[in-house]
């Protein structure tokens, strides 16, 4: 690369202990022209320890048709940092990854005319029956036709209408500005590693009775020396002794949920049993095995 640059590296020793192998990752915008920029992320590749005050290099970044839509370079924005002395050393964030802020050129288009399109395919982000179908009718209601057809859960088809043939930016912008509040289903998350449990609004429960409790038992061994009286012929020895604790926690009760408690009700009548995160996660199964949990269970 040197000698590309002109410079002559032949019969020299070089030291390159501050050149790192990393890769250039970024995401094209939508409706990126030639000439604009994009950020980038730069990763280390290899033993490299660090990337803190480097340089990239002209790196070109190629899509998955193989063909290069933009070229990177630029000094590296890195959050992390490594310290180290002769006996300890610390390290703060990711010191081999690093941004570089409107670093590539997009030198390649995407080809695509919005301006010619006869119809619209709206996608929505979380898919939802329910949604889809309130968007569809909220569109043909503000268009006043029917416009716009509801195809999948996530998918609402959009057919122009003629005022606007020759300006969907219009009505995209005229769509875009109606307010619709989106449907959430009723589902418990549970997280069983760090014992997370997320609850939705929408969670009944169907009567049921709920006991928990756990048996624990406590053996403490606490050995103390027994000395021989005074001007004997005996000898110190070490007596044992041992403490058993029994706890059958009889003091928590039967708790009962009556039909279609909300979630404020479920959370007071758990919390009323004294469970931790860990039982609740195993009462929350047992009220979905039982049946009595209308809701879905999703384990992270």
Do not use: C
């Amino acid at each position: 690369m040197l000698e590309r640059m002109g410079v002559n590296t032949r019969d020299a020793k070089l030291s390159t202990a501050n050149v790192a192998a990393v890769m250039v990752t970024g995401n094209l915008p939508p409706f990126a022209t030639q000439g604009t920029r994009m950020d980038v992320t730069v990763s280390a590749l290899g033993d490299s320890k660090s990337l803190q005050g480097g340089t990239l290099l002209v790196t070109p970044l190629m899509g998955a048709d193989g063909e290069v839509y933009s070229v990177a370079q630029g000094s590296v924005a890195v959050g992390g940092f490594t310290a180290a002395g002769a006996a300890a050393s610390i390290t703060r964030g990711v010191p081999t990854v690093g941004r570089i802020s409107n670093g590539a050129l997009i030198e390649r288009e995407v080809k695509f005319s919005l301006a010619k399109m006869k119809s619209l395919r709206l996608s929505l982000r979380n898919p939802d029956l329910t949604t889809a179908r309130r968007v569809a009718i909220s569109i043909n209601t503000f268009l006043g036709q029917k416009a716009a057809r509801v195809s999948d859960p996530k998918t609402v088809h959009l057919r122009i209408p003629r005022g606007y043939r020759k300006n969907i930016v219009n009505l995209l912008t005229d769509i875009e500005q109606l307010r619709i509040e989106p449907d959430q289903v009723a589902k418990v998350v549970i997280d069983e590693n760090s014992g997370i449990i997320v609850i939705g609004s929408r969670v009944r429960v169907s009567e049921v009775a709920i006991a928990q409790g756990n048996l624990t038992v406590s053996v403490t061994e606490t050995p103390i020396p027994s000395q021989p009286a005074p001007f004997s012929r005996g000898a110190t020895v070490v007596v044992p002794r041992t403490t058993v604790q029994v706890d059958d926690e009889n003091g928590r009760k039967l708790a009962v949920l009556r039909r279609g408690v909300s979630l404020q009700k479920l959370v007071d009548g758990l919390n009323a049993l004294g469970v931790g995160p860990r039982d609740m996660i195993a009462i929350l199964q047992a009220i979905k095995a039982a049946g009595a949990l209308q809701a879905e269970v999703e384990t992270m």
